[in-house]
């Protein structure tokens, strides 16, 4: 009866991958739509998650020496136009305020798309010796690019995200932070949200605007697309000498610092969602999950269950554990159907046989086993249950990647693996922005994902065009 009304609520994945996403964010009450189109309501539940991804990864930044700032909304026109490469990137997703109150303003201000303009002005005025360097800055906040298309987490005219942002004395520092912030992304969707993934560094047509290096992780979707999951980039000195930031150096000489940037956004609970979801709704991943452990009693009216039950609660919630108790008078049947749906990771029922026997059962959600359990080590087992779910999710990742992974090695096979199957194309390239726009027209949109760090040579030529070929890059659809 459950499994029906969950099919009735959510349309089937393989129906239609888009619906199905968008009827798992509403049913699961992450997000509601707002009176702005492209600007999300973030509920509760799907708040949580975002603060428990934000805790995670304020930690790993803190421990390697990053500090938390907050820069302005506003950015005034004429410093974003100091950048020339940057300000044309982003020129087209700019939202502008120009009347303050009743006031028409003398310079147009724009609501920030990124931040890379406020630091530097800001650098400017606290950075003058080596002694000064480096500055490792983070912020937490909200941007604003006025998407066209826009679906909630994967692209919303409004998102939240942590924008890194640092200097450093010499090229070498700065482009091992920008590989360090990298791995950092790479471990914590590993370690954390249960997404093994693919990095590596974006092609000169795909890197961010103003960027000397762009590098990238790229989570594949469980339909086989690619979504953008983070990046960290390596500036240089261009904005340096765009703003006129410099420092004396160790030699008394006048020079400008390396600079680099890093984020990630909301957009991972889109990857959440669909790295890991099934026909019945979300599967959160343990460690970033608002409920690891929902406690249903069985025949609750009955004496000692709910006091049983709540001693449960207690004992789990002790041992660090986030733990939800339904008392509610709906039924067994409709709690387990809702929090499947809502991607609750263990469910843990208990009723009057279970305590005489003082045990209680254990459900997961991504096996659905039910596993019998002692009471006196409850602890140790939920944990290890959960410590299960993560590594079920990851390998499921994991093996999805590989499935929907493929070689091209002529113009031809990348053209039939683009139309008949879904997911990655390793192939070969030259390394020219016309072979990329040439296979992006052909196929209808599948474009150059990352020049992988762990590149292999599957042949001596461009998939595209014939010609010696320099790289191999991964390819693909992405959100």
Known sequence: ??????????????????????????KAELVDYSGVKGCMIIRPYGYAIWENIQKDLDARFKKLGHENVYMPMFIPESLLQKEKDHVEGFAPECAVVTIGGQTQLSERLIVRPT??????????DIIHSYRDLPKLYNQWCNVVRWEKTTRPFLRTSEFLWQEGHTM??????????????????????????????ITGQKTEKEKFAGAVETYTIEP???????????????????FAEAFDITFTDRDNTVKHPHQTSWGVSTR??????????????????PRVAPIQVVIIPAAQHKEGVLEAANALKDKLLDAGLRVKLDDSDNSAGWKFSQYEMKGVPVRLEIGP?????????????????????????????????????????????????????????????????????????????CGETACEDQLKDETGGVKSRCIPFNEEKLSDVCACCGKPAKHMVVWGRQY
């Open 268 to 285: 991972m609970i889109g990857a959440i969602i669909m790295a890991h979801g099934d026909n019945n709704g979300l599967i959160l991943p």
């Open 1 to 26: 009866m459950a499994k029906e009304k969950m099919v009735e609520q959510i349309t089937s994945m393989e129906e239609d991958f888009g619906q199905w996403y968008t009827d798992v964010v509403k």
């Open 220 to 238: 594949m979707m469980h339909n086989g697309v690619a979504l953008q999951g983070g990046t960290s980039h390596y500036f240089g000195t261009g």
């Open 115 to 124: 931040s890379e303009t406020l630091f530097c002005e800001h650098y400017k």
């Open 168 to 197: 450093h004395a010499t090229e070498e520092e700065a482009r091992q932070e920008t590989l360090q912030m990298l791995k950092v992304y790479e471990d914590f969707y590993r370690e954390t949200l249960a997404i093994p993934a």
């Open 353 to 429: 046989r279970d305590i005489a026997s003082n045990s209680c059962v254990l459900v997961s959600r991504v096996t659905r086993e039910k596993k019998f359990v002692s009471l006196d080590n409850i602890e140790a087992e939920v944990q290890a249950m959960l410590d299960q779910v993560h590594n079920e999710l990851s390998a499921r990742v994991e093996q999805n990647l590989a499935e929907k992974t493929f070689v091209a090695r002529n113009h031809e096979e990348f053209l039939d693996i683009a139309a008949n199957h879904p997911g990655y194309i390793k192939a070969m390239w």
